[in-house]
């Protein structure tokens, strides 16, 4: 019923969408010009906020040059700006001094004009650096493996909140659900939301939450139990997430739009904690994933709750056979699932920065990386392997792969322990036949 109906408001989508077509350049433009704020009419965007002392600046022109474009744009009136480009590859970014208002200048060090690069990716977003106090260092390699080292630990961390999740509900169901990301997507779309609506900060943050784990609820509600009772097969349950997360990201698309947007607070500056430089988000971010982690496991451990649900993942029908409400435990997993992937997603769009409409989607790889290094539905598991597969991915960095390449690393990873290990670091080996 849920897929009916997101189905359906995806078909009364691509009518309108058909019928009015981007405009195209002409042909023997060289470049382009745009109207404050962004450029639209290719499909690949270099985007970002241009914020000092976490005021925005407007009217401020950028130019990119390359692969036989040119084209500029100015900041709109919260600082954001985007530019459309033909094409992939490496683009020269130019900000215009001349034009920022008076007493703000460019951090010392930032580089300008910068050189911003597409990998695997149709969109690529880049921050200057504003202050006369701030200076933006050249780090040694030591310095940049140690700051790379606690980035992974937070991006590991808050992977993990996702991980778990998912990990609860295979455990519990059996159902490997590709419209996880969607949840992730969710919790970041709705605290946007209601914090442009003019949302109190911790409301909207409450929200996000809320919204996660009511879509759990309803996901499990009109969609799986109901499918489970009619004794649906794991494959055709695997293939009907699929269909329900194409459908949840683009009616996502159709309200919240394509564009990379920041949450609250998203712009600040890093503090140094001895040789590593760490953003108050991502050490924020770290602390609430250790807070949120701790007492997941509690719960999974001391209570009745907990203890439940590890009999319905270890045998659902032996669990029954004892008293337990099998149906009712699935259901407050996913409504659990649901808002841990919020909270991922929440986390995940201030790690980035930016919240996008497919943000679950480019996260679900490293997501599934994570539960199945760890060993499929083992919910410590799934924390061990997002933290291996987290700072594994940043490190990378530091040897030489692009940003938005480094995210193949968790690939690797899948694969090397598939063909190595396929129970997992905290699997267990089970005979088959």
């Known amino acids: 019923m849920l897929l009916g109906v997101l189905f359906a408001l995806f078909l009364a989508v691509a009518p309108a969408a058909q ?29 970002g906020f241009l914020r000092n002392a976490g005021q925005p600046l407007a009217g401020v022109k950028i130019t990119a040059k390359g692969n036989g474009f040119e084209g500029s744009t100015t900041s709109a009136s919260n600082g954001s700006w985007s530019i459309s480009v033909p094409t992939e590859g490496s683009y020269q970014l ?11 200048k460019l ?28 200076t933006v260092h050249q780090t040694s390699f030591f310095s940049d493996l140690a ?14 909140l996702s991980s778990v999740g998912l990990s609860l509900i295979f455990g519990t169901t059996g159902l490997t659900n590709f419209a996880h990301g969607e949840m992730v997507t969710l919790g970041a779309v709705v605290v946007f ?14 929200g996000g939450l809320l919204s996660g784990a009511v879509f759990g609820y309803a996901q499990d509600a ?20 699929i269909g329900l997360a194409l459908a949840a990201r683009y009616v996502i698309l159709f309200f919240f739009g394509g564009e990379t947007q920041q949450l609250p607070y998203s712009q600040t500056t890093d503090i140094d904690l001895g040789p590593v430089s760490v953003s108050p988000n991502n050490l924020v971010s770290l602390l609430i994933s250790v807070v949120v982690i701790a007492i997941l496991g509690f719960v999974l451990l001391k209570t009745r709750l ?32 649901g808002l841990l992937a919020a909270l991922g997603g929440i986390l995940w769009a201030y790690y980035r920065p930016g919240v996008t409409f497919n943000m679950g989607q480019q996260i679900l790889l ?4 994570g539960v199945t290094l760890g060993g499929l539905g083992t919910v410590f598991g799934a924390l061990v392997g997002s933290v291996v597969v987290g700072i594994f991915v940043e490190l990378t960095t530091v040897f030489g792969l692009t940003s938005d390449l480094k995210y193949v690393g968790a690939l690797v990873v899948m694969i090397l322990v598939l063909l190595f290990r396929p129970q997992g670091i905290l699997g267990r080996r089970e005979r088959v036949g």
Request: proline content about 8%.
């Open 19 to 47: 019928a009015t077509p981007a405009p195209s350049p002409s042909p023997n433009s060289a470049g382009s010009s745009s109207s404050p704020g962004s450029t639209s009419q290719f499909p690949n965007t270099i985007s």
């Open 94 to 104: 130019t900000l215009d001094e001349s034009t920022l208002p008076s007493g703000v």
């Open 107 to 134: 951090a010392a060090g930032q580089e300008n004009p910068r050189t911003v690069t597409f990998n695997q990716t149709t969109n690529v977003s880049t921050i200057f650096a504003f202050g006369a106090g701030i």
């Open 147 to 160: 700051n790379r080292l606690v980035a992974g630990l937070s991006f590991g961390l808050l992977l993990a």
């Open 193 to 206: 939301s209601l914090s442009s609506a003019g949302a109190p900060f911790w409301l909207a943050i409450i």
């Open 222 to 241: 009109l969609l799986w139990k109901p499918l489970r009772r009619r004794g649906t097969g794991l494959v055709p349950m695997m293939i009907v997430s």
């Open 306 to 337: 907990g203890k439940a649900t590890r009999a319905v993942a270890d045998n659902p029908a032996l669990a029954a056979a004892s008293g337990i409400d099998v149906d009712r435990v699935i259901r407050l997993v996913w409504v659990m699932g």
């Open 366 to 369: 490293m997501i599934f990386a």
